[in-house]
C-alpha cells in the first residue's frame, strides 16, 4: 500500500528566506507525486507533478522539487518565500499501475510567512 | 471556464437526515473523485469513478453513495447523516490517470 507523510505540520519563514517542506512516500512501484497548494477557503491547486520524466520538476509561483529514489523523497522549495506563499500544502501519491488518479494525501503542512 | 462547481456551499443537517453534494464539470473529464479533508489528515477519498456509469469505493466509503449518470455530474449521497461525517468535502476530476485533478471549492457540512 502507497502512503505519503509529511514533516512537520507547521513551517514558519521570514519573507524572502528559503522555503523547505518535506515529503516522503511508501510505494512499491515508482509512483507519480504531486504537490498541491490550497488557499483558505478554497479548493486544492496544482503546484507542480513528477511521472516518470525529470526528476527535478519545476511549478508555478516558482516552486520546484526533485524526485529522490534512493531517500524515496519528493521535497518541495521554493528560493525566497513571498507573503502570498502562505497557504497550506499536500504532497500526494498515485498508483501508475492502476491508471485511476487515486491519490494518497499526506497531513498537509500550513507555511507561515513572516514580514 | 467554470472548471468543477459544489452546491451547496455549507450545510447543517441533523443527525439521521439525509442530502446529496453536487458537483459538475464542464471540462469533458471521464475521471471524477470525492473526497473529505479533516483537519490534520489531509484529504481522504471516497469514491472515484472513471466513465459514466462506472463507480468505485476509495477509502473511505462507508455511510456513502455516488452514482455517474453523466460525464459532467457526480452527485455524493449521504443516507442516514452522522456526527463522523461533519467535514469539508471535495469534488475533483481529471482528464485520466497520470493528469493532474482539478478541484472545485468544498462544501462544508456540519451534523449536529
Known amino acids: 500500500a502507497q502512503s505519503v507523510t509529511q514533516l512537520g505540520s507547521h513551517v514558519s519563514v521570514s519573507e524572502g528566506a528559503l522555503v523547505l517542506l518535506r515529503c516522503n512516500y511508501s510505494s512499491s512501484v515508482p509512483p507519480y507525486l504531486f504537490w498541491y497548494v490550497q488557499y483558505p477557503n478554497q479548493g486544492l491547486q496544482l503546484l507542480l507533478k513528477y511521472t516518470s520524466a525529470a526528476t527535478l520538476v519545476k511549478g508555478i509561483n516558482g516552486f520546484e522539487a526533485e524526485f529522490k529514489k534512493s531517500e524515496t523523497s519528493f521535497h518541495l522549495t521554493k528560493p525566497s518565500a513571498h507573503m502570498s506563499d502562505a497557504a497550506e500544502y499536500f504532497c500526494a501519491v498515485s498508483d501508475p499501475t492502476e491508471n485511476t488518479g487515486k491519490l494518497i494525501f499526506g497531513q498537509g503542512t500550513t507555511l507561515q510567512v513572516k514580514p | 471556464n467554470a472548471g468543477v462547481t459544489q452546491t451547496p456551499k455549507f450545510r447543517i443537517l441533523k443527525i439521521g437526515q439525509s442530502m446529496t453534494l453536487q458537483c459538475t464539470q464542464d471540462m469533458n473529464h471521464n475521471y471524477m473523485y470525492w473526497y473529505r479533508q479533516d483537519p490534520g489528515m489531509g484529504l481522504k477519498l471516497i469514491y472515484y469513478?472513471?466513465?459514466?456509469?462506472?463507480?468505485d469505493k476509495g477509502e473511505v466509503p462507508n455511510g456513502y453513495n455516488v452514482s455517474r449518470s453523466t460525464t459532467e455530474d457526480f452527485p455524493l449521497r449521504l443516507e442516514l447523516a452522522a456526527p463522523s461525517q461533519t467535514s469539508v468535502y471535495f469534488c475533483?476530476?481529471?482528464?485520466?490517470?497520470?493528469?493532474?485533478?482539478?478541484f472545485g471549492d468544498g462544501t462544508r457540512l456540519s451534523i449536529l
Open positions: 475533483a476530476s481529471s482528464y485520466g490517470g497520470m493528469q493532474p485533478q482539478h
Open positions: 469513478s472513471v466513465g459514466a456509469g462506472i463507480t
